[in-house]
């Protein structure tokens, strides 16, 4: 679009606001312009699903009285279409039948407003239902214009920075969040019903832990001393573990200072819960069955669509190893992964890109995450985790390399991450350790010393397993949305470009 295009529309949008300041400006010389002691008596659901079926001779009979209110998003002659909590209801005002009064409050109506009325049920001779109004009122006088009708708001980054007008204009965005709310619903009754505790721990932090990322940083004036956002509440919620409460969750929010990407907002919303006594394997099947419960209840089925593949939630998950997984999307042999000079010529004939001061691990898990990673499609648990980054993680008893933990890949996305926790309190110190020389050789995303989480572990924390889900990849997958920013009310934005 032009530049002098643009200049046309804003022109145009800017006469349509004046012209609606002056109908508010004509109100208030009448009235209170924003009124608020309108009471509705019904919503609009309910008078559809109350009397949508009913005959016409019917409604004429028992002449139903209602109050609603919604905001006008169609007018059509004497018929106006108003959205109610997401549910269209058509009016009838019959400008020759109205008074004076409600005839000069009629001329100020504008697509956009919000406006209650009273007036009773009927059917129109095509069977629509519809309210005939005896009175109305203009609740909020609507100054800006909703997008065209027809086209409704179609430009993806103005949906994500004007979310408020997208919710009003397309239904398919409205329905997202709807569903949002009925997953999050759905997840904390499975966990409460499974004997889970819901807790709250720190979003201010004095040590960053929990996961390998670079955090936020700030400032508490009080307490004159930097602190962090979270990036992950699981050193606080395996210390209440240590404290006697065997199951716990937290779904919350956390903040990793990344980059904003289809997959990625820096501000993200994930379940948090540790079984004590239960191992990586348990909540494998925990999470099976944690899926297919959520696909149930919120979508009625065990099928679901995403961007063009089918996942039954019904079937088994497959479980492969890193080791396995590289084999058999790369042709690699494992044992050809066993040794550090191997493993990474063959990083560079598959042209992965890894430093050549990592370890062993690192290259792998490189290898795995640019080469595998986007081609698991179908429901995939991989385990064995190399221990280099797996630093909470509980080591394999069979493979000291390698860590019982998990990961769940589903249409090439991590969707949780899992492991049998570490409760040797001399084997997390000494992890620490090695991460804190990580920071000082320039990993700005490895973990900090706490020497408070180690005390905690020295108290003894009971064998215990746990597991972090993503709540907003989550919702991209049931509501088949292929952005991040799809399912966030209000994503993260990069500060719009200055007019020349």
């Not at 390998?212 to 508490?220: L, M, N, Q, S």
């Not at 716990?248 to 820096?266: A, C, D, I, Q």
């Not at 959520?294 to 939630?313: N, P, T, W």
């Not at 997958?477 to 007019?499: A, G, N, Q, W, Y």
Request: aromatic share 8%; with cysteine.
């Amino acid at each position: 679009m032009t530049d002098e295009n643009e200049d046309i529309l804003s022109s145009d949008e800017n006469n349509l606001i004046s012209i609606r300041r002056k109908k508010l400006s004509e109100i208030r010389t009448k009235r209170q312009a924003f009124p608020n002691d309108f009471k509705k008596s019904v919503s609009s659901s309910w008078v559809i699903s109350e009397f949508n079926e009913s005959e016409k001779s019917h409604l004429e009979e028992i002449s139903h009285q209602v109050s609603v209110a919604g905001r006008i998003i169609r007018m059509r002659g004497p018929f106006v279409v108003i959205l109610d909590e997401g549910v269209k209801l058509q009016l009838y005002l019959n400008s020759k039948t109205l008074s004076g009064q409600l005839l000069a409050e009629y001329k100020l109506l504008d697509f956009g407003d919000i406006i209650g009325v009273e007036g009773e049920i009927f059917k129109t001779n095509k069977g629509e239902l519809t309210v005939r109004v005896s009175t109305f009122r203009i609740l909020t006088k609507a100054l800006r214009p909703l997008p065209d009708k027809h086209k409704g708001l179609n430009d993806t980054e103005l949906r994500y920075r004007k979310r408020y007008v997208d919710l009003i204009v397309n239904e398919e965005s409205r329905h997202v969040f709807e569903i949002r709310s009925k997953i999050i619903r759905s997840i904390r009754n499975y966990f409460e019903s499974a004997g889970f505790m819901e807790v709250e721990t720190p979003m201010m932090q004095v040590i960053p832990g929990g996961a390998t990322a670079r955090p936020f940083t700030t400032h508490h004036n009080a307490l004159n001393q930097d602190m962090y956002l979270r990036i992950a509440p699981e050193l606080y919620l395996k210390r209440l573990v240590v404290g006697g409460f065997e199951r716990v969750f937290e779904l919350n929010r956390n903040f990793r200072n990344e980059g904003l990407s289809t997959r990625h907002n820096p501000e993200f919303t994930m379940i948090e819960f540790y079984q004590a006594y239960a191992t990586y394997s348990d909540l494998m099947n925990l999470t099976e069955d944690l899926f297919k419960t959520i696909a149930r209840e919120v979508l009625g089925s065990e099928k679901i669509s995403y961007q063009g593949s089918v996942y039954d939630f019904s079937e088994p998950f497959r479980r492969l190893t890193v080791l396995e997984a590289i084999e058999n999307f790369c042709g690699v042999k494992q044992e050809q992964l066993s040794r550090k000079e191997t493993a990474r010529d063959i990083a560079k004939s598959l042209d992965v890109t890894i430093d050549e001061n990592w370890g062993l691990g690192k290259i792998i898990m490189e290898i795995f995450e640019q080469q595998v990673e986007d081609k698991l499609d179908q429901p995939t648990f991989i385990t064995e985790y190399p221990i280099e980054v797996s630093p909470l993680a509980r080591r394999n008893e069979r493979t000291p390399e390698v860590t019982d933990r998990f990961e769940l890949i589903i249409g090439g996305r991590e969707l949780a991450n899992g492991f049998s926790e570490l409760n040797d309190p001399e084997d997390q110190a000494e992890r620490f350790a090695i991460q804190v020389q990580d920071k000082e050789s320039g990993d700005k995303e490895a973990m900090h010393f706490d020497e408070d989480y180690i005390n905690a572990l020295e108290y003894g924390l009971p064998p215990t397993a746990g597991e972090g889900i993503g709540i907003d990849r989550l919702v991209m997958l049931f509501t088949d949305s292929p952005s991040i920013k799809d399912v966030l009310l209000f994503p993260h934005m990069r500060p719009e470009k200055e007019s020349d």
